[in-house]
């Protein structure tokens, strides 16, 4: 679930992008003393090193304008990257059929770490993927991550 500032934060940069980019994810983390913005965008998976200069410009300055953290923090705005974290409803439904790596809060019969093939997240918010032929179904709560797998 998104914090205030997460949600705040991502409702500014929505109104901000254009139709070529896709608003991924929002986190605002401290990692030692340090506080971090994270905004992660995508561009039909072509995202550059000068979409993200050019964004991050962008939204440099309305978060100057409107000034909605009080606190220091460092700004980064990323692509989601190859091995892209799954969230929200149409990560699971556009990611469908792709290859995943699933990391459970809880072993199930010993084992937190799944691989498999993504069917998606059904009406009971389960994700559901094919693991060995089997169709396995984890609740989304119980998954601590989710994310497309790289395969070399």
Avoid at 64 to 69: A, S, T
Avoid at 100 to 114: N, P, R, S, T, W
Avoid at 118 to 145: S, T
Wanted: aromatic fraction near 6%.
């Amino acid at each position: 679930m998104a914090s205030k500032i997460e949600q705040l934060i991502e409702d500014m940069v929505l109104d901000i992008l254009t139709d070529e980019y896709e608003l991924v994810d929002v986190e605002y983390v401290k990692e030692g003393s340090l506080k971090f913005l994270r905004i992660y965008i995508d561009k039909g998976g072509e995202m550059s090193l000068d979409d993200c200069q050019k964004l991050s410009r962008i939204i440099s300055e309305r978060l100057d304008e409107v000034d909605p953290i009080e606190e220091n923090y460092m700004l980064e705005i990323s692509s989601p990257g190859l091995d892209r974290h799954l969230k929200k409803e149409k990560d699971f439904t556009r990611e469908k059929g792709k290859e995943v790596e699933l990391k459970l809060f809880k072993a199930i019969e010993g084992v937190k770490e799944f691989e498999g093939t993504l069917l998606g997240l059904n009406e009971n918010n389960e994700i559901e993927v094919e693991v060995n032929d089997q169709i396995m179904k984890f609740p989304k709560k119980e998954v601590a991550v989710i994310r497309l797998a790289i395969k070399i």
